[in-house]
């Protein structure tokens, strides 16, 4: 979605803001622009596609100003091309606006200021911020700013600036819509996602809905929308710049799959005591023992890779807690009359905490008086303020918009929360529960293991690029696995992917099946192993050509498969986190070999904060 910077201070603005947006890139947009003060006014440059465009417009027409804006654009309202690209001007070209979301009522607001004398030359809504802040300036564009939000109707953050008043930004949120202001010494930066801001500060203050913020080079005044004053202090924030740099790797990606071993580990660190207990009573705010053992029911929801992670989670808890489990997408939940009450516990899963749908169902949950647990991976992010308690995962910043790495920390965290929950209940012995806690200890070698496969999952990846359809197979706890694994590979390489419960094969999908149409099964151990061995069994005798994801001493795979990867074996139910790895490399290494850009696949964003 769109990205947003600004900067005000002793330094010259424009290779900040540039270099600021590059690290937004990652969220997925169509155009960039960037506006300045300078001793000439105010001064801007926008362009259609992507930022390194800009960068050669700013080569040959350079800019300067200690006090900037930039923007990367992502299409709502009007297509992408350089007059839609942000900044948007007033008439007289003193005021700069940029924004992410939607102004739902700017139709109406364009036709006033259209009959007012305003003239518009964009079709985007964001225009008519510009006008309507330029209607209401009488001096103080502040108090302007104000008064234009009192009008705007729709979900938005937005960032202003004036050659009229070239000492502070005002940045307006509300909905979901990110900015985080960063605190530096004398010069303060503000962006709609933290990877923008660790170059060069780590302290940050969370603009939350309803709230201003007017930043000079000194300081920050943070209100809510009518002025009222509101104190919060910087948060530090534990993630560094290094996380956010390839490393060396061809791709973030790559780098992120590789990351998984010790985002495992840290998002376990602290939460399995020296017994094998797991115990998460601190952090889980007011979602107390008492608490957990009266509820009757669970409800898990998330959209997309957070979704899949929700039902390894689903899995989990019905076989360790034995209490119903419902599973819905935030999309669907948010619409679907969900029957969720005070005697519920609703987990809502989200990397970034920002996702629209996610935060419109989290909040459905609390207004039906459920108990909300929010599984998360930003910290202070919108989710995080919503819930009871927050099981924070522990991935780090993911810059490729596959989630993966955060993937296997949300599923790390359904089994911790699995573990706790079962022992706060009493529903498994001890004895059972510590055995899964010490085997889940050890996950992050065996995840490493898997990842050694990376040339030969490479060199089946190299096959399966021609393909024009793959089918992914799984049944009971890696049925999501298969889900996610169809998932990257349709996202990243463009190929056309379905996840299937095996069992439901013959119910429709094994119709699709010839010797074009590679299906990749995931036959680990566990009471649903020989049932998928039959599945795959059907495909083969279909000439599709099988790829499994299994043990490499499994004789029964060895004589169906075309290709093993082979995985180590773990508790079944601990099984997805170190299958889905492979899954992810086919993925990685298929979309490379297709040329395909894998951090920043067409037509998709990482942070999905429009409905
Ligand atoms: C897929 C992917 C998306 C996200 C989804 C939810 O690789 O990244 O499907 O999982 O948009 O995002 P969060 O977890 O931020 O709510």
């Known amino acids: 979605m769109c990205g ?80 839609n690209a942000h900044p948007h001007l007033d008439c007289s070209g003193s005021i700069a606006v940029v924004h992410n979301g939607i102004i739902e009522n700017y139709a109406e607001l364009r036709e006033r200021l259209k009959a007012q004398g305003h003239r518009f030359v964009s079709e985007t809504d ?40 070239p000492s502070r930004l005002i ?18 930066f503000v962006a709609s996602d933290i990877p923008a801001l660790l170059q060069y500060t780590r302290e940050t203050v969370v603009i939350q809905e309803g709230e201003m913020v007017v930043v000079g080079s000194d300081g920050y005044k943070l209100t809510s929308f009518e002025g009222a004053p509101i104190e919060r202090k910087a948060l530090r924030i534990t993630w560094n710049a290094a996380q956010a740099e390839k490393s060396g790797y061809k791709h973030f990606m790559l780098k992120e799959i590789f990351e998984q071993p010790s985002v495992v580990k840290e998002t376990l660190a602290g939460r399995i005591d020296e017994d094998y207990d797991v115990r998460l009573e601190p952090e889980l705010g007011s979602i107390d023992d008492e608490l957990l053992r009266s509820i009757s029911k669970i409800c898990i929801t998330g959209c997309g890779t957070a979704y899949h992670a929700g039902m390894v989670g689903m899995y989990l808890l019905r076989s360790l807690v034995g209490l119903p489990v419902e599973m819905e997408l935030a999309s669907e939940f948010r619409y679907g009359d969900p029957v969720v ?9 989200s990397q970034s905490g920002e ?69 706060v209940r009493g529903t498994v012995p001890p004895q059972r529960l510590r055995e899964i806690a010490r085997a889940t200890s050890l ?51 463009y190929i056309h992917a379905e996840g299937y419960a095996a069992g439901e094969m013959k119910h429709g999908p094994i119709a699709l099946l010839d010797r074009r149409t590679p299906v990749v099964a995931v036959v680990t151990s566990g009471h649903v192993r020989e049932k998928i061995l039959s599945n795959v069994a059907e495909a083969k005798a279909r000439e599709a050509p099988i790829i499994c994801v299994a043990h490499a001493d499994d004789a029964d795979v060895a004589d169906i498969a075309d290709e093993i990867i082979p995985v180590p074996r773990v508790d079944p139910l601990l099984a997805p986190i170190v299958n889905v790895a492979p899954l992810q490399l086919l993925a990685y290494h298929i979309a490379d070999f297709k040329g395909c850009d894998v951090d920043q696949p067409r037509n998709l964003a990482k942070t999905v904060t429009v409905e």
Not at 171 to 187: D, K
Not at 341 to 349: C, E, G, Q, R, S
Not at 452 to 480: H, W
């Open 341 to 349: 009450d005070p005697a519920t516990l609703v987990l809502a899963i």
């Open 126 to 165: 964001t225009e008519v911020i510009s006008h309507l802040i330029e209607s209401h300036d009488k001096g103080d564009v502040v108090e302007a700013v104000r008064r234009t939000l009192a009008e705007l109707r729709g979900a938005f953050g937005l960032g202003v600036i004036s050659s009229k008043d």
């Open 171 to 188: 940045f307006a949120r509300n909905g979901a819509s990110p900015l985080i202001v960063g605190v530096g010494e004398n010069e303060m």
């Open 355 to 423: 996702t629209a749908d996610t935060i419109e169902a989290a909040k459905i949950a609390k207004g039906r008086g459920a108990t909300l647990l929010g599984v998360c991976n930003v910290v202070g992010s919108h989710l995080t303020r919503l819930d009871d308690g927050t099981l924070y995962t522990r991935g780090g910043p993911e810059i490729g918009v596959a989630a993966t790495k955060t993937y296997t920390a949300q599923v790390t965290a359904m089994i911790l929360a699995a573990l706790h929950l079962a022992r």
């Open 443 to 493: 996950l992050p070698a065996a995840v490493d293991v898997v990842l050694n496969e990376s040339d030969r999952i490479k060199r089946i990846a190299r096959t399966m690029s021609e393909a024009q359809s793959v089918l992914f197979l799984g049944r009971y706890i890696n049925y999501p696995t298969a889900l996610e694994g169809a998932l990257k590979l349709k996202e990243i390489s």
């Open 4 to 83: 947003i910077v600004g900067y005000i201070g002793q330094r010259d603005s424009v290779p900040i803001i540039l270099d600021s947006l590059a690290r937004l890139e990652y969220r997925g947009y169509d155009s960039a622009g960037i506006a300045v003060i300078n001793e000439q006014g105010l001064r801007g440059s926008k362009s259609v596609g992507k930022l390194a465009r800009l960068v050669s417009l700013l080569h040959d027409d350079p800019l300067h100003g200690s006090i900037g804006l930039g923007h990367t654009r992502w299409a709502t309202h009007g297509r992408p091309n350089d007059v």
